[in-house]
């Protein structure tokens, strides 16, 4: 009997421990067995949480409306997230904007970029014919894969290219064809190309977000990220060019050589909002166009203008729609609420 009653009495009190263990739960568990405070860090010994930012925020009082543009697309970098958009899908003319993908595509074709390439005589008067833009490099020149590069965003040098094209390539012809298979894989779906420089062609068309996947693509190779971010590149010594030949990027000359624009950016900046490059593109077809990336919050951004009325000699609408978009991300938080 009393073996009964012992077994009876452990029993009980076994039933109240796993109770009060159950009673507990996980707070009181976690009480006696603190977790420690993890940090993930990247490669570049960051915090990853804090680099990433969680999701990306909802901005859809971003006001795209607004802008002279008629088509625009502003997409979240790490996520590639459609934030806000006008137009976006809407067909289009991308101008210089093309120059993305050529740069894209010589970038992942180039092997050597110790060699030099001579910038041959015949290119040019099909340039001329169609005011072309050119960086300014001369017949016979030979250059770097690198110098053609810069040419290409930077002042948007259309006989950057043509030769870049041919050289990779073997012509023009063949290079586009590489263009527009880079396009599909990369989901561009309303997206054609027929040449190297967005010169005009009817059947040369994109929209605001297939221009938008392309620059977030851009922005992936180190390469390009450099080049687009660059204000100012001074080549080696050319035959025409002894102390080498300077470009600059038109975003940028655009800016610096306006007080208005400057002064939005000054806005843009002290709301916590970074421009870091783009390019730009114009065609009387096209409009005025940009592709551009900048920083606020703690994310980057693309943002793909295109349409705008004017020309060179007018105001720099999409230049402005740009700055305008970036102090508005300014001015949010993390989370898309007003700061």
């Known amino acids: 009997m009393r073996k ?13 421990l796993i109770w009060r263990l159950a009673e507990g739960g996980n707070g009181d568990a976690e009480a006696r067995f603190p977790v420690p405070n993890v940090i993930l860090m990247d490669e570049d010994g960051e915090d990853a949480a804090e680099k990433s930012g969680g999701a990306a925020p909802e901005f859809g009082d971003i006001a795209l409306d607004a802008l002279y543009s008629p088509c625009a697309a502003l997409v979240d970098v790490e996520s590639g997230q459609i934030l806000a958009e006008k137009n976006g899908d809407e067909k289009m003319y991308p101008a210089s904007m093309t120059k993305l993908m050529a740069a894209l595509v010589a970038v992942e074709h180039t092997q ?56 990779l390539a073997g012509d023009e012809e063949t290079f586009v064809e590489w263009m527009n298979e880079k396009a599909a ?8 190309f027929c040449n190297t420089t967005g010169l005009h062609d009817d059947g040369h068309y994109s929209t605001a977000e297939d221009m938008a996947v392309l620059m977030r693509e851009c922005l992936k190779n180190e390469t390009l990220r450099r080049a687009l971010m660059t204000k ?36 843009a900046e002290r709301a916590g909002a970074a ?32 349409g705008a009325e004017g020309n060179h000699n007018t105001e720099p609408f ?18 898309g609420q007003e700061k």
């Open 275 to 306: 421009l870091l490059g783009g390019k730009t593109g114009y065609t009387s077809q096209a409009g005025l166009c940009l592709a551009s990336f900048g920083r606020a919050g703690g994310r980057e951004y693309v943002l793909v203008t295109a």
């Open 112 to 167: 050597d970029w110790s060699g030099t390439i001579e910038i041959p005589q015949e290119i040019f008067a099909a340039l001329y014919a169609a005011h072309a833009s050119l960086a300014g490099f001369e017949p016979g020149e030979k250059v770097t894969p690198e110098d053609l590069l810069y040419g290409m965003l930077l002042p948007s040098g259309a006989e950057c290219c043509t030769v870049y094209a041919a050289w």
């Open 318 to 335: 999409h230049v402005e729609d740009a700055l305008a978009v970036y102090a508005q991300l300014g001015g949010k938080s993390e989370t």
């Open 232 to 267: 100012e590149y001074r080549t080696g010594a050319l035959a025409g060019h002894p102390d080498g030949l300077v470009m600059e990027s038109t975003l940028f000359q655009v800016i610096d050589g306006s007080e208005d624009l400057a002064g939005m950016l000054e806005k």
């Open 185 to 192: 894989e990369l989901g561009m779906e309303h997206t054609h």
């Open 4 to 16: 009964v009653l012992c077994y009876l009495v452990l029993t009980a009190l076994c039933v109240i």
